[in-house]
């Protein structure tokens, strides 16, 4: 069974970093695209950023240059790396696979973690 | 970036009702397009992909058509569990981008 877990969300000030872990089992994460996507209180749901199984990274607008997602295959766990907080980054981050072919979009999703960015 | 607009809002409809969602997009995505289900509190879940493809154990009163920049989406008989929100979303690139959802209430 697919199963996403994200961690290492929390309260950070303006300015402030952090690291957002996504642990998977039931799959190997270096074989799936695997994806962040956002969402803040009450609004919709923002992709933000994505690495290809060759390694390949991809980032939203919003956050190109801030932050940084990569793969920690050991550990079967996908990473994003967030720096130069803003208060508009504050949301619950999801961590998704993507399935193939066809099917290449987000086919399973973590329960989320919270991000919020306040002084 | 694609922009995806979706509508109604948010409608309001009764048990067995028929509904429709629709989606478009601001330039052609053929069919490269996923609906999503979400409730309260939850994760979204998959219903359809490529347009029109059923997500294995989504119950078959979902549907979705459509191609180019034009979707739909359609409950045959909308049942208690299926009052939440629907977003549709592209994945012709990377850059994937959602509609802005439909929230879908008990009348």
């Known amino acids: 069974e697919v199963q996403l877990v994200e961690s290492g969300g929390g309260l950070v000030q303006p300015g402030g970093s952090l690291r957002l872990s996504c642990t998977a089992s039931?799959?190997?994460?270096?074989?799936?695209?695997m994806s962040w996507v956002r969402q803040a209180p009450g609004e919709g749901l923002q992709w933000i950023s994505v690495?290809?199984?060759?390694?390949?990274?991809y980032y939203a607008d919003s956050v190109k240059g801030r932050f940084t997602i990569s793969r920690d295959n050991s550990k079967n766990t996908v990473l994003l790396q967030m720096n130069s907080l803003r208060t508009e980054d504050t949301a619950l981050y999801y961590c998704?696979?993507?399935?193939?072919?066809?099917?290449?979009?987000?086919?399973?999703w973590g329960q989320g973690t919270l991000v919020t960015v306040s002084s | 970036d694609i922009q995806m607009t979706q509508s109604p809002s948010t409608l309001s409809a009764s048990v067995g009702d028929r509904i429709t969602i629709t989606c478009r997009a601001s330039?052609?995505?053929?069919?490269?397009l996923a609906w999503y289900q979400q409730k309260p509190g939850k994760a979204p879940k998959l219903l359809i992909y490529?347009?029109?493809t059923l997500q294995n154990g989504v119950p078959s009163r979902f549907s979705g058509s459509g191609s180019g920049t034009e979707f739909t989406l359609t409950i045959s008989s909308l049942q208690p569990d299926d009052f939440a929100t629907y977003y549709c979303?592209?994945?012709?690139?990377?850059?994937?981008?959602f509609g802005q959802g439909t929230k879908v209430g008990i009348k």
């Open positions: 490529k347009a029109s």
């Open positions: 039931g799959f190997t994460v270096s074989s799936n695209y």
């Open positions: 998704a696979r993507s399935g193939f072919a066809a099917a290449a979009t987000a086919v399973d």
């Open positions: 979303q592209h994945y012709l690139t990377y850059s994937w981008t």
């Open positions: 330039q052609t995505i053929s069919t490269w």
């Open positions: 690495i290809y199984t060759g390694g390949a990274t």
